[in-house]
């Protein structure tokens, strides 16, 4: 195509359409266009010369990712439906279907998690991060999760815990994603398999990816015993109107592993009152008010209620003894 051109010579100029962009490059099926063009003087004229226009489209990377977001879980010999939450983000530039595999039976662990029945995958439905009613089974081929290119999903995998497992067992268990496309070595193309019949190319990930959470046994158990003494206001023991009672509560931890943020709470009983500044752990006083020891007064479901946080305790942190005192109304 010729024009008439006034302008300096110039010798050439590329003409492209700039690409969409984001996180994962530019998507699958968009067409990239160029048109070159050249410009001359021709008795003292300018003159354009443009080139045919070259079209080319994006093929698909398929490319996934697998990421635990749960820690190590801590559980007990013979617990059931015990959950590890894991992330599945699609990280090609295409929408992609992807197929999710459970796998428990791992070497280098000390035992082997059994996949919950009739389900062991679900996808985390209500965003709650654990097993709930909301939650909706996988079914393998069936509702393969498909995710638009950068977009992800919460999955949690399931497993029971055997019975015959010992405190400090450690059991692995692993999720895997796969592009329903195809998966292979990096660079490897699936022909016309790609969003809008574009090539399909595997990506740095092959296409398919895992990542692995670990379930901790532990049989620590909290043995609590409450135990009571009255003194009344005669000098005796008879727990009439007036009277004192003095609770004491004895919180032992046993077995191996920590129970975590333990926590002691005691609602006042009815038909008495709570006598101010008579808190104590270990021997030790605690103040009514919340502040930065470990006890307070507070009000729980309308009834006033001791709260002590006992914090992070084994074996070794010993017996923990809680004193507070009531006075019958």
Do not use: H
């Not at 009571?228 to 931890?253: K, L, R």
């Amino acid at each position: 195509m010729r024009k008439q051109f006034f302008l300096p010579f110039l010798v050439a100029v590329g003409l492209g359409t700039a690409p969409a962009a984001n996180a994962v490059g530019t998507l699958a099926g968009t067409d990239i266009d160029n048109t070159a063009e050249v410009t001359y003087e021709v008795s003292g004229s300018g003159v354009t010369e443009v080139s045919n226009t070259l079209t080319v489209t994006v093929a698909e990377i398929l490319d996934v990712d697998v990421t635990l977001q749960s820690p190590p879980s801590p559980v007990t010999p013979g617990d059931s439906a015990e959950e590890l939450l894991f992330t599945v983000t699609n990280v090609g530039n295409g929408s992609e279907a992807f197929s999710l595999v459970l796998d428990s039976a791992l070497a280098g662990d000390d035992f082997d998690p059994v996949p919950s029945a009739p389900s062991a995958i679900y996808f985390d439905t209500d965003g709650s991060g654990d097993l709930s009613a909301g939650d909706t089974p996988y079914n393998p081929g069936v509702n393969d999760p498909v995710l638009a290119a950068d977009a992800s999903i919460d999955v949690l995998i399931v497993n029971d815990i055997p019975a015959t497992t010992a405190d400090g067992d450690i059991g692995r268990s692993l999720l895997d994603a796969t592009s329903v496309t195809g998966n292979g070595a990096p660079g490897t193309v699936f022909a016309g398999a790609g969003d809008g019949g574009v090539d399909a190319v595997a990506g740095n990930s092959g296409a398919t990816d895992n990542d692995t959470g670990e379930y901790v046994v532990s049989d620590i158990q909290l043995a609590v015993v409450k135990s009571a003494s009255v003194a009344d206001q005669f000098g005796g023991t008879e727990p009439v109107p007036g009277a004192s009672i003095i609770y004491t509560i004895v919180v032992t931890p046993s077995g191996g592993g920590t129970a975590a943020n333990a926590a002691f709470t005691d609602p006042v009983p009815a038909n008495t009152t709570y006598t101010p500044a008579t808190i104590t752990l270990n021997g030790a006083p605690l103040s009514d008010a919340p502040d930065a020891d470990a006890g307070e007064l507070v009000t729980i479901a309308g009834v006033p209620t001791i709260s002590v946080a006992l914090g992070d305790l084994t074996a070794a942190s010993g017996p923990q003894t809680v004193v507070f005192t009531v006075t019958i109304d």
